[in-house]
């Protein structure tokens, strides 16, 4: 049975009226009649993100024939409702309102309701004419210093849609995690000629309408819409979402710097249409403010970095491209530059500046690339990868800093890129492997992603008593389990990404215990 519509200009919410881009903007662009839809608008499913105390980010996007020009939208905007509720019946409504999707931004939605109790389930979903999106569970976090005994959190990243099924994620919604963490590439910008798995619409993106096509393919998929439904996520971007090894104003491609930028925008546009992300990451042009803050009671506080937008160039390039390379530290003095940065020096402050402030009994730092700095020569000298911060040692060497001298209770940081499982204890000192640890490194590895080539995994192995796991040839997520005394971490794999059906089994278990530095097998 159809709803009945909500007045226009009609809403309730428990204490205060949702707020954000989307919900009751003002008039700037008519708002056109409601289409008669002849398949389901909410085709590409719903989404929630970036829990607060008091509410969260909800998102849609009306696209009844999401492949086709516009998502098969007329050029106009359109109200959608939307409903928050304390059960799946919707019998108990906590917060409704109307929200406008914009035809200049895709027709996406994206909600911030406020206003909510904290530490509590909701259930979601909208409305458009006759048309009923899927409902989605929710979750508030518990308010800043309120005690929390446990947490539980997925950590995904790097998913090509080409080169395999998204189970991953189904295995992912089974295990119940609150929250999900995306650390970068959640779309790839090309396709791949290796005996895909399956096919997307185009190639390689350059255009906002090819991105967009991009995303609305990954967003057809139906594990990933289950993830999306099952909890809220936080995300942070790598390279793939723009241009691989692109690096602040620069892509891989020898090209213009506004012949670049201009893809970059298009890029980020794309990105926020498509994702449960806040009103502060609403890109102006080719800039977005992803690094953001979330704390959940006295148990932990979660920094999401953005390591792309504003870092440095990679040093000493291959001839003829930029980008990424295996470069040899002693051919290549521009490496140790103090002056270059991964993070950019605002965000390296604002770093700093959380990690003064938290007093949670966990800090996790999550980010896109490898945090550990791995010796791939095997003849005495010194071989990174510069696209990592291997190729950035002075910026790492000031967030170790940082971190100890800030005295962090159990740092942890969390990332993804090498597309390998990768465990590892740092040192406080780099140049002695025998200082106090610092902190603890958990890298997942790909959704889909095909493994990196061998030296690269037998690099990390070589690395011991550094590094406790190194492996590059499952595809999966780590599940992690937080409590006020122990933070452990399965290390899940598929049997066969290219499989829709596959199996998973965990490969190995972790844990660290709270206020004793490093991690231990299980």
């Known amino acids: 049975m159809p709803h009945p519509p909500i007045p226009r200009r009609r809403f309730i919410a428990r204490g205060l009226a949702g707020t954000g881009i989307a919900l009751l903007a003002p008039q700037v662009r008519a708002v056109g009649t409601t289409p008669r839809f002849e398949s389901d608008p909410f085709s590409l499913g719903v989404a929630s993100g970036y829990p607060t105390s008091d509410g969260m980010v909800l998102w849609t996007r009306l696209a009844p024939q999401p492949l086709a020009p516009n998502g098969g939208m007329p050029p106009h905007d359109v109200e959608v409702a939307w409903d928050v ?33 904290p530490d509590r389930p909701y259930f979601y979903r909208f409305r458009v004419g006759a048309a009923t999106s899927t409902v989605g569970r929710t979750w508030t976090a518990p308010a800043p210093g309120a005690s929390l005994a446990r947490l539980r959190l997925a950590l995904a990243s790097c998913q090509h849609y080409e080169q395999g099924f998204f189970a991953a994620y189904r295995h992912m919604v089974a295990d119940d995690p609150q929250l999900i963490l995306h650390v970068g590439d959640y779309i790839y910008e090309s396709g791949t000629k290796k005996s895909p798995v399956r096919k997307h619409p185009g190639d390689e993106c350059f255009t906002l309408e090819e991105y967009r096509l991009r995303y609305s393919a990954y967003r057809s998929d139906p594990d990933l819409q289950a993830a999306h439904a099952a909890c809220p996520w936080m995300l942070t ?6 241009d691989n090894d692109y690096a602040d104003d620069r892509g891989e ?13 298009a890029a980020y546009r794309a990105y926020y ?25 006295d148990l932990l506080t979660l920094m999401m970095l953005d390591e792309r937008q504003y870092r440095s160039h990679q040093v000493c390039p291959t001839p003829g491209k930029n980008g990424g390379a295996r470069v040899y530290e002693e051919d290549c003095p521009e ?35 490898t945090f550990t700095r791995s010796n791939e020569a095997t003849d005495g000298r010194h071989r990174y990868w510069t696209d990592a911060w291997a190729g950035y040692p002075a910026a790492r060497d000031r967030l170790l800093h940082d971190i100890v001298a800030r005295r962090v209770a159990n740092p942890v940081v969390l990332s993804g890129d090498i597309h390998a499982f990768i465990v590892a204890d740092l040192p406080r000192d780099p140049a002695d492997q025998s200082s106090p640890i610092a902190v603890s490194e958990l890298v997942t590895t790909s959704i889909t992603s095909p493994g990196p080539p061998d030296f690269v995994v037998a690099a990390y192995q070589r690395m011991k008593p550094q590094v406790w ?40 278990r972790f844990a660290i215990e709270a206020g004793k530095p490093g991690l231990r097998p299980l």
């Open 253 to 265: 491609r020898i090209e213009p710097r506004e012949t670049f930028l201009a893809r970059r925008a």
């Open 469 to 508: 796991y190194a492996d590059g040839d499952h595809r999966g997520y780590i599940r992690l389990e937080l409590t006020r005394s122990e933070l452990s971490a399965d290390l899940v794999a598929v049997d066969d990404a290219r499989r829709a059906d596959s199996g998973a089994k965990v490969l190995a």
């Open 237 to 242: 971007h790598d390279d793939h979402e723009v």
């Open 335 to 369: 490496m140790n530059n103090p002056a270059r940065t991964m993070l950019g020096v605002p965000q390296e402050r604002w770093t700093d500046a959380r990690l003064a402030a938290t007093r949670a009994h966990w800090n996790f730092l999550a980010q896109g690339v």
């Open 273 to 297: 249409e498509h994702l449960p992300l806040p009103s502060t990451a609403r890109p102006r042009g080719p800039d977005m403010q992803l690094y953001t803050e979330r704390r959940f009671g």
């Open 85 to 117: 509720a304390h059960d799946v019946n919707f019998k108990n409504i906590a917060a409704r309102g109307i929200a406008r999707a914009e035809f200049a931004w895709h027709h996406s939605v994206h909600v911030e309701p406020r206003g909510l109790a």
